[in-house]
């Protein structure tokens, strides 16, 4: 971080907790205490590039003009607000009440829209992305966190689906801007070593709890007891911290000179999967030919979002066990196919299928794995540079006949 960078933020931060207030969260072991200089030095180590602030600054003067503004968070669990307990808020919350305390007069209006999503990676957040987020407000949002650095590990694209989905988002008719989150796990690990260059190269604003964080840990004057709730989420008081670097990215973008031009937007093979869609039993694309088969069920044994209660992915296909084995099949013409199943935790129930692509079987999915919570999983079928028509089965494998198997949708690119 740079001295201009770093008076913003210092002068950000300074704002933060005059609007927030400096009282502590209550927890256990050791707190940095609201407030202090070892706070405000931790808070502002977090912002680890500035990125071009041409976009937030205009979401910002379009709240303060009165005009009401869409403020969107997608990521994992920790975006959902897990283990936010006891009276606390997830990070999304507070800074949402950050945003509006700053940016938005009397009279004005903000909404918001929560599409985290627990256990899941990018992969799935580009394919949903419309449908958690864009279907969910009356207008497109206008400012969007992601927040993905502890969940990638489990991409099967290597970090292609974290840039497609930025790209998605970026390109919106509407110019929306991004600010990139990236938590961090007990273990002290995240992910933001692949995913910062990409967010370098779209000149995004990014901010990353681990630098804030991992120095006062690794010291011991904070404990991993005071911001952590276990190996993966942050307690009450990591929830506000997180916030607190958040609020204060923003606050330092709207101190700043203007960026002259918005970030030009590169021509990437990285964001090869930017246009994809769900499809799903109720998003048939007119191109596309589905056969059931056997997965005549709908499966309800499934994780539900926890600010709605709805299910993650209802319009899906349970295979009936007591059936023959007949395939789901999938004809569609596409040059990127994303298959998204779940990963049941009635391992006596569930069993093991076959995919099989333009006739030659490409994989088997456990549907039952170790370590499995009725959560969605993705393996990619299809990733070519030219759109084909591509025949997709999916039967249950030798040795599963009886067992049961949930396709809960597909992503594609035509």
């Given at each position: 971080?740079?001295?201009?960078?770093?008076?913003?933020?210092?002068?950000?931060?300074?704002?933060?907790?005059?609007?927030?207030?400096?009282?502590?969260?209550?927890?256990?072991?050791?707190?940095?205490?609201?407030?202090?200089?070892?706070?405000?030095?931790?808070?502002?180590?977090?912002?680890?590039?500035?990125?071009?602030?041409?976009?937030?600054?205009?979401?910002?003067?379009?709240?303060?003009?009165?005009?009401?503004?869409?403020?969107?968070?997608?990521?994992?669990?920790?975006?959902?607000?897990?283990?936010?307990?006891?009276?606390?808020?997830?990070?999304?919350?507070?800074?949402?009440?950050?945003?509006?305390?700053a940016f938005v007069p009397?009279?004005?209006?903000?909404?918001?829209?929560?599409?985290?999503?627990?256990?899941?990676?990018?992969?799935?957040?580009?394919?949903?992305?419309?449908?958690?987020?864009?279907?969910?407000?009356?207008?497109?949002?206008?400012?969007?966190?992601?927040?993905?650095?502890?969940?990638?590990?489990?991409?099967?694209?290597?970090?292609?689906?974290?840039?497609?989905?930025?790209?998605?988002?970026?390109?919106?008719?509407?110019?929306?801007?991004?600010?990139?989150?990236?938590?961090?796990?007990?273990?002290?690990?995240?992910?933001?070593?692949?995913?910062?260059?990409?967010?370098?190269?779209?000149?995004?604003?990014?901010?990353?709890?681990?630098?804030?964080?991992?120095?006062?840990?690794?010291?011991?004057?904070?404990?991993?007891?005071?911001?952590?709730?276990?190996?993966?989420?942050?307690?009450?008081?990591?929830?506000?911290?997180?916030?607190?670097?958040?609020?204060?990215?923003?606050?330092?973008?709207?101190?700043?000179?203007?960026?002259?031009?918005?970030?030009?937007?590169?021509?990437?093979?990285?964001?090869?999967?930017?246009?994809?869609?769900?499809?799903?039993?109720?998003?048939?694309?007119?191109?596309?030919?589905?056969?059931?088969?056997?997965?005549?069920?709908?499966?309800?044994?499934?994780?539900?979002?926890?600010?709605?209660?709805?299910?993650?992915?209802?319009?899906?296909?349970?295979?009936?066990?007591?059936?023959?084995?007949?395939?789901?099949?999938?004809?569609?013409?596409?040059?990127?196919?994303?298959?998204?199943?779940?990963?049941?935790?009635?391992?006596?129930?569930?069993?093991?299928?076959?995919?099989?692509?333009?006739?030659?079987?490409?994989?088997?999915?456990?549907?039952?794995?170790?370590?499995?919570?009725?959560?969605?999983?993705?393996?990619?079928?299809?990733?070519?540079?030219?759109?084909?028509?591509?025949?997709?089965?999916?039967?249950?494998?030798?040795?599963?006949?009886?067992?049961?198997?949930?396709?809960?949708?597909?992503g594609y690119v035509k």
């Amino acid at each position: 971080m740079d001295a201009t960078i770093g008076r913003l933020v210092g002068a950000a931060l300074a704002g933060t907790l005059a609007v927030a207030g400096c009282a502590s969260v209550n927890g256990p072991g050791n707190e940095i205490k609201r407030g202090s200089v070892a706070y405000e030095r931790m808070i502002g180590r977090s912002l680890l590039d500035a990125g071009n602030n041409r976009r937030i600054k205009g979401v910002i003067a379009k709240a303060r003009s009165g005009k009401e503004v869409t403020i969107a968070f997608i990521g994992g669990s920790i975006t959902e607000g897990y283990n936010a307990t006891d009276g606390g808020s997830p990070y999304a919350a507070l800074v949402a009440d950050g945003f509006r305390s700053a940016f938005v007069p009397e009279g004005g209006s903000m909404r918001v829209v929560n599409a985290g999503m627990a256990g899941t990676p990018s992969t799935i957040g580009m394919i949903r992305y419309r449908r958690d987020v864009l279907e969910k407000s009356p207008s497109p949002p206008d400012l969007v966190f992601v927040e993905f650095a502890v969940n990638d590990g489990d991409d099967p694209t290597n970090g292609a689906a974290f840039e497609s989905l930025v790209r998605k988002i970026l390109d919106s008719p509407n110019e929306p801007a991004v600010i990139l989150i990236f938590s961090v796990f007990q273990s002290r690990w995240n992910l933001q070593d692949r995913l910062a260059p990409i967010g370098a190269r779209y000149g995004l604003p990014m901010v990353s709890i681990k630098d804030a964080v991992v120095p006062e840990l690794e010291k011991g004057s904070l404990s991993d007891e005071a911001f952590f709730s276990d190996i993966y989420h942050p307690t009450n008081y990591g929830h506000r911290l997180m916030a607190d670097c958040v609020i204060t990215a923003l606050k330092a973008a709207d101190a700043a000179p203007a960026s002259p031009r918005d970030a030009p937007i590169p021509d990437s093979a990285g964001a090869r999967f930017a246009p994809i869609e769900l499809l799903d039993a109720a998003r048939l694309p007119a191109s596309a030919r589905i056969s059931v088969g056997s997965f005549t069920d709908k499966d309800l044994a499934l994780p539900a979002f926890k600010s709605s209660g709805n299910f993650t992915f209802p319009e899906n296909w349970r295979r009936d066990a007591a059936r023959a084995n007949e395939p789901l099949v999938l004809e569609i013409e596409c040059r990127s196919l994303i298959l998204v199943y779940k990963k049941s935790r009635a391992s006596a129930d569930f069993g093991e299928a076959s995919v099989i692509v333009d006739g030659q079987e490409v994989d088997t999915l456990d549907g039952a794995p170790t370590g499995g919570w009725d959560n969605p999983w993705t393996t990619v079928l299809v990733d070519d540079e030219a759109s084909e028509r591509h025949r997709v089965e999916i039967k249950m494998a030798s040795g599963s006949e009886g067992k049961t198997f949930t396709v809960l949708g597909f992503g594609y690119v035509k």
